[in-house]
T-cell receptor, first 113, second 113 residues
């Protein structure tokens, strides 16, 4: 079991551009959540996907959007990038029914210049 | 809304000394509580979790935490620090199985030889 995998591991984008980050959940998991972790801070919840729908959303603007596919993998899209979007983006997956524990990927380090 | 507060952004101990990392939660209902560890440029690894089964929870790498409802606390301890324990530690809370995690700001643990 590969666990939660995220791609790419590192990314550099220019202000105003758009970016797509990808996440494959751990085998058997159906729920995917995304978090933004700025340098020196705790992860901040962006949103959660289950059954291909956004179920919960944190305090993030509409520039942040996502998608979940039938195979439970997920994408995070950020439009009109700002310098302040530079952060480690973490994906976490879990089984909605089985337990309350989330497994995290290694993250994608996004740098906006 | 549920939240957690971690007291002390930095904690420094000597190798072999007691580790105590503090976490207080705010929740109107009994929560699920977690401690995660993060090594540099990596994702989050679960140390332990409290799900109301037992107030004293034992985790990996010799860590444990005690849920104290009267103090709304879930402090993380380890009797004897090891150099490999140096990392960032995050306390997190969810209200039930379908709500996503809210993290504290983190505590950076330094272990001196």
């Amino acid at each position: 079991d590969a666990g939660v995998t995220q791609s790419p591991t590192h990314l550099i984008k220019t202000r105003g551009q758009q970016v797509t980050l990808r996440c494959s959940p751990k085998s058997g998991h159906d729920t995917v959540s995304w978090y933004q972790q700025a340098l020196g801070q705790g992860p901040q919840f962006i949103f959660q996907y289950y059954e291909e729908e956004e179920r919960q959303r944190g305090n993030f603007p509409d520039r942040f959007s996502g998608h979940q596919f039938p195979n439970y993998s997920s994408e995070l899209n950020v439009n009109a990038l700002l310098l302040g979007d530079s952060a480690l983006y973490l994906c976490a997956s879990r089984s909605r029914q089985a337990n309350t524990e989330a497994f995290f990927g290694q993250g994608t380090r996004l740098t906006v210049v | 809304a549920q939240s957690v507060t971690q007291l002390g952004s930095h904690v420094s101990v000597s190798e072999g000394a007691l580790v105590l990392l503090r976490c207080n939660y705010s929740s109107s209902v009994p929560p699920y509580l977690f401690w995660y560890v993060q090594y540099p440029n990596q994702g989050l690894q679960l140390l332990l979790k409290y799900t109301s089964a037992a107030t004293l929870v034992k985790g990996i790498n010799g860590f444990e935490a005690e849920f104290k409802k009267s103090e709304t606390s879930f402090h993380l301890t380890k009797p004897s620090a090891h150099m490999s324990d140096a990392a960032e530690y995050f306390c997190a809370v969810i209200k039930n199985n379908n709500n996503d995690m809210r993290f504290g700001a983190g505590t950076r643990l330094t272990v001196k030889p």
